[in-house]
């Protein structure tokens, strides 16, 4: 293109997309009687560089190794892992696959750093979470009546999981999730534990679920088969 002859003349390029390239302009000045002076200028062009980092499964089940993925674009030149796990990492743009040992109890955050020479740093963070095994409610009982104090009562029993710390019980009063009523947490005791709910309608039909927590907050989400049974409802003659 004809540029002005006006010195300190601006003019914008662009713009320019390459992976990684040195583009040349040359500017040709001309005047009758004197010869052509011209100049030249390269300019590198760095394409930015990205990277995504992501788990294979999450949460994973409790006490087991997270299975990381990533890939990068733009060519960098280096990757390096930071947070819970080190080391320098696969650069390459097809999906690199990575198998995090030791096996994890508690949440997790997984870095990925890529760097290439003129271009901004490239991070991608991925936090794993930790899910706990599913307890069940092994068995649910009217309460055995002895005396009146056992009206409106209902034995649960459940098992419990590696690695909780706690668990809650909910009902209602229809098979309907999610539960509303938080009968209360407890600590358990392995394999098993039983609490008796009392304050029940006696005569009517109450479903459970249990929850399963640890001390970092995992959850194991409530138990898939929901129990019921009747409440006492017991008179004296």
Request: glycine fraction near 8%; include cysteine.
């Given at each position: 293109?004809?540029?002005?002859?006006?010195?300190?003349?601006?003019?914008?390029?662009?713009?320019?997309?390459?992976?990684q390239?040195?583009?040349?302009?040359?500017?040709?000045?001309?005047?009758?009687?004197?010869?052509?002076?011209?100049?030249?200028?390269?300019?590198?062009?760095?394409?930015?560089?990205?990277?995504?980092?992501?788990?294979?499964?999450?949460?994973?089940?409790?006490?087991t190794?997270?299975?990381?993925?990533?890939?990068?674009?733009?060519n960098?030149?280096?990757?390096?892992?930071?947070?819970?796990?080190?080391?320098?990492?696969?650069?390459?743009?097809?999906?690199?696959?990575?198998?995090?040992?030791?096996?994890i109890?508690?949440?997790?955050?997984?870095?990925?750093?890529?760097?290439?020479?003129?271009?901004?740093?490239?991070?991608?963070?991925?936090n794993?979470?930790?899910?706990?095994?599913?307890?069940?409610?092994?068995s649910?009982?009217?309460?055995?009546?002895?005396?009146?104090?056992?009206?409106?009562?209902?034995?649960?029993?459940?098992?419990?999981?590696?690695?909780?710390?706690?668990?809650?019980?909910?009902?209602?009063?229809?098979?309907?999730?999610?539960?509303?009523?938080?009968?209360?947490?407890?600590a358990?005791?392995?394999?098993?534990?039983?609490?008796?709910?009392?304050?029940?309608?006696?005569?009517?039909?109450?479903?459970?679920?249990?929850?399963?927590?640890?001390?970092?907050?995992?959850?194991?989400?409530?138990?898939?088969?929901?129990?019921?049974?009747?409440?006492?409802?017991?008179?004296?003659?």
């Open positions: 293109d004809s540029k002005s002859a006006i010195g300190g003349t601006n003019n914008q390029i662009g713009p320019l997309y390459s992976i390239s040195v583009v040349k302009f040359t500017i040709t000045c001309s005047k009758a009687g004197v010869p052509d002076v011209s100049s030249i200028l390269e300019v590198t062009v760095i394409s930015p560089i990205s990277v995504y980092l992501e788990a294979a499964v999450n949460p994973v089940p409790y006490n190794s997270p299975i990381l993925n990533w890939s990068t674009r733009g960098p030149t280096s990757c390096d892992a930071s947070g819970d796990w080190t080391g320098s990492k696969s650069k390459s743009s097809a999906t690199s696959t990575e198998t995090i040992t030791p096996s109890t508690v949440p997790k955050a997984y870095t990925i750093t890529c760097t290439k020479s003129k271009a901004d740093p490239a991070v991608s963070t991925v794993v979470g930790v899910q706990l095994a599913q307890p069940t409610i092994s649910i009982t009217t309460k055995a009546w002895t005396s009146v104090n056992d009206n409106g009562k209902i034995d649960v029993t459940m098992t419990t999981v590696t690695g909780a710390t706690s668990y809650k019980l909910y009902r209602n009063t229809s098979d309907t999730s999610p539960y509303p009523t938080l009968v209360g947490t407890y358990g005791s392995s394999p098993s534990f039983t609490i008796t709910d009392s304050g029940l309608t006696g005569g009517t039909t109450y479903f459970y679920q249990v929850e399963a927590l640890n001390a970092t907050g995992a959850t194991s989400g409530f138990s898939t088969r929901p129990k019921s049974a009747v409440a006492s409802d017991c008179r004296l003659p």
